[in-house]
T-cell receptor, first 107, second 115 residues
């Protein structure tokens, strides 16, 4: 069965530090991968998506993600985090969502 | 603002009751998805409609039902409510039919509390 795994439940990084959130998927065909962000009490906002083509995709708010088929991964990265990036991040493949990673920012 | 609207924003009710959650998709979107987000289950896909027809079903209980109307808005009906049904219910919409690589746009959600 198709699955999406986010191994990190909670990550804390210092403001200005780099960030990488991990996502692994299990799917035979083109996975159609997404990253969403959810602030407390809010809906999900799309950060970026990968359907095909260039494996490094750029998103909003300075985020990027790299699709690696050999590792079944689609990790989200940001070179320098801001306090406003504190939120819950979800990786998804179509309608299958990972369990989320909560990001806290240390001042 | 995604363009997807959901009403009501909050709903508090008692066990055994029935409620209806409403979703209006983005203009031009034909697909509507419903999700349940709870602390213990995470974000779970419930059901999808495309242009009025049910197209995919996920972990939706028999006590729950949904429909998409000719004007493309959708309603999720939850009956015989239990404490465990307390959750955030999200609606999302997209342009394409199921199976296509499509982007879903999420509404702000309805927070259901069952007392």
């Amino acid at each position: 069965a198709q699955s999406v795994t986010q191994p990190d439940i909670h990550i804390t990084v210092s403001e200005g530090a780099s960030l990488e959130l991990r996502c692994n998927y299990s799917y035979g065909a083109t996975p159609y991968l997404f990253w969403y962000v959810q602030s407390p009490g809010q809906g999900l906002q799309l950060l970026l998506k990968y359907f095909s083509g260039d494996t490094l995709v750029q998103g909003i708010k300075g985020f990027e993600a790299e699709f690696k088929r050999s590792q079944s991964s689609f990790n989200l990265r940001k070179p320098s985090v801001h306090w406003s990036d504190a939120a819950e991040y979800f990786c998804a493949s179509k309608i299958i969502f990972g369990s989320g990673t909560r990001l806290s920012i240390r001042p | 603002d995604s363009g997807v609207t959901q009403t009501p924003k909050h709903l508090i009710t008692a066990t055994g009751q029935r409620v209806t959650l409403r979703c209006s998709p983005r203009s031009g979107d034909l697909s509507v998805y419903w999700y349940q987000q709870s602390l213990d289950q995470g974000l779970q896909f419930l059901i999808q409609y495309y242009n009025g027809e049910e197209r995919a079903k996920g972990n939706i209980l028999e006590r729950f039902s949904a429909q998409q109307f000719p004007d493309l808005h959708s309603e999720l009906n939850l009956s015989s409510l239990e404490l465990g049904d307390s959750a955030l219910y999200f609606c999302a919409s997209s342009v394409n039919p199921p199976g296509a690589g499509d982007t879903q746009y999420f509404g702000p959600g309805t927070r259901l509390t069952v007392l």
